[in-house]
T-cell receptor
Framework: EAQVTQNPRYLITVTGKKLTVTCSQN?????MSWYRQDPGLGLRQIYY???????DKGDVPEGYKVSRKEKRNFPLILESPSPNQTSLYFC??????????????FGQGTRLTVV | KQEVTQIPAALSVPEGENLVLNCSFT??????LQWFRQDPGKGLTSLLL?????REQTSGRLNASLDKSSGRSTLYIAASQPGDSATYLC?????????????FGSGTQLTVLP
């Protein structure tokens, strides 16, 4: 089944403890990105990757890192999480061109709470 | 800057009713428009993708239309069921230089009453 898989689905952590949220897609998509969803603010892009070893900042990149060493994986790293990073996170992918002519697929989300 | 608006923010209908959800966008130069469904606290499920050259797309009880000139899309749900209760989001892709992302509307929260 074609899908975007995120892990973990739920995570509670303490301020300053490094964490990684994994994202993997099995559709051989070139483009992958991370969004966060907050009440009243909607979905905002954190980082995106046009292809392997090519990443760039979205609208809200502060406090996050990403890497794209393999086509299928695009982990989101929080080096020193803070409570304002408590949010619902989504990984997304599309075949190419950053959603321009292709369908976007989203993962099931990761609910992160930083205390 | 592309802005996407969805009205109403919430809608409650009795089971069996046909309904229309609205999505409007300010820049008509879009590549496509995609409708998603989101259940509470869960992921986004793609419902329909309409390319800029298309006028409508259908999947089961869902029909999405696109009118680029007026900057509007509608999602028509026929014979609504309680299982259709969810938040429906529309999104259009935007590019700025090398940046690529989806711009989402704020969603319409649909409740279908048994």
């Amino acid at each position: 089944e074609a899908q975007v898989t995120q892990n973990p689905r739920y995570l509670i952590t303490v301020t300053g403890k490094k964490l990684t949220v994994t994202c993997s897609q099995n559709m051989n998509h070139e483009y992958m990105s991370w969004y966060r969803q907050d009440p009243g603010l909607g979905l905002r892009q954190i980082y995106y990757s046009m292809n392997v070893e090519v990443t760039d900042k979205g609208d809200v990149p502060e406090g996050y890192k990403v890497s794209r060493k393999e086509k299928r994986n695009f982990p989101l790293i929080l080096e020193s999480p803070s409570p304002n990073q408590t949010s619902l996170y989504f990984c997304a992918s599309s075949l190419r061109q950053g959603f321009m002519n292709t369908e976007a697929f989203f993962g099931q989300g990761t609910r992160l709470t930083v205390v | 800057k592309q802005e996407v608006t969805q009205i109403p923010a919430a809608l409650s209908v009795p089971e069996g009713e046909n309904l229309v959800l609205n999505c409007s966008f300010t820049d008509s130069a879009i590549y496509n428009l995609q409708w998603f469904r989101q259940d509470p606290g869960k992921g986004l499920t793609s419902l329909l993708l309409i390319q800029s050259s298309q006028r409508e797309q259908t999947s089961g009880r869902l029909n999405a239309s696109l009118d680029k000139s007026s900057g509007r899309s509608t999602l028509y749900i026929a014979a609504s069921q309680p299982g259709d209760s969810a938040t429906y989001l529309c999104a259009v892709p935007i590019s700025s230089g090398s940046a690529r992302q989806l711009t989402f509307g704020s969603g319409t929260q649909l409740t279908v009453l048994p």
